[in-house]
């Protein structure tokens, strides 16, 4: 018997709504025994947001279960109802077959999780200072001199994508003809610690970065405005982060799917514990659960709503 074919039975034997106080009605939760499992997929951040959404589950009654899973496989596998959620999907990142399952409606896609995700271009805040016009893209050209080294003089150093990662900020130098040097990192280890040596000695610096990020948490940033055209055509706009569902979900556990249409997470919530589990090396499930802890007057009107 396949995933969804026991999802499907197991939908079937659910529990029916019933009658509450005051005439409202108020679903029976949990209304069956059978477990949601939750996909962890490949970086902490989306470990956080799953973890913080099977504890408000588990809290709610519910049975919870994770798997870890592939941006890209974890589409079939949600089609096929062996997952029953991904939170924290990357729409720039799931290949060609996602959006045709979303299409086909084998997949449902049950809102935005809240993040501001976006790569781009980033600077420490204080380089406004130095630079006075930033984030506008005509201010930072022409401070390229002031972001230079003695191996780029009198362009501008950029430090880039580590190799492995793609070359768009040299290509995007190469487009525009401005004057720069994309120098790639080392890895992303390297490219963190030379934030943070930059923004102790307050040195020039301007990074090509990704955010949600842990040391995003730690420092004042600020994020180079490139023309719209060009951040479009390499991909360097805000990206909307979806949570998606087995399309049977809404019928097997109706509460637990619409406390999740409701669920969001912020960034700045997120970064803050990505900073204690990969910079402080504290335990996912001890972060995630305090957070769940502390913040019960956040997440309680989701799970009312819910109910």
Known sequence: MNGLTKRLLGAVAAVGVVAGLAGQARAEVPENQDPIVLALLEWTG????????????????YNVEYVTAGSYPSGISLADGEIDSVIELW???????????????????????????????????????????????????????????????????????????????????????????AVPAGSEGAAVAEIQSAVEREAPLVVMFWAPHWVLSTIEHGWVEMPQELAEKYALVQVPVWKTVWP????????????????TLDNAEQEKMMDLIDNQGQDLDAVTQAWVDENRDVWQPWVDAAM
């Open 46 to 61: 989306q470990h956080i947001s799953a973890k913080i959404a099977g504890n408000i589950l588990e809290e709610m009654g």
């Open 91 to 181: 729409s720039n990142n799931i290949g060609e077959y996602y959006p045709q399952l979303i299409e086909e409606g084998k997949v449902e896609v049950v809102g935005d999780l809240g993040l501001n995700a976006r790569e781009g271009w980033l600077y420490p805040k204080y380089m406004e200072e130095q630079c006075p016009g930033l984030p506008a893209w005509d201010a930072f050209v022409g401070c390229a001199e002031l972001f230079s080294n003695a191996e780029t003089f009198p362009d501008g150093r950029l430090l880039a994508y580590p190799a492995d990662w793609g070359h768009r900020s040299a290509d995007i130098i190469e487009e525009t003809g401005i004057p720069f040097v």
């Open 248 to 263: 049977g979900m809404k019928d097997n556990w109706p509460a637990a799917y619409s406390f999740l249409q409701s669920y």
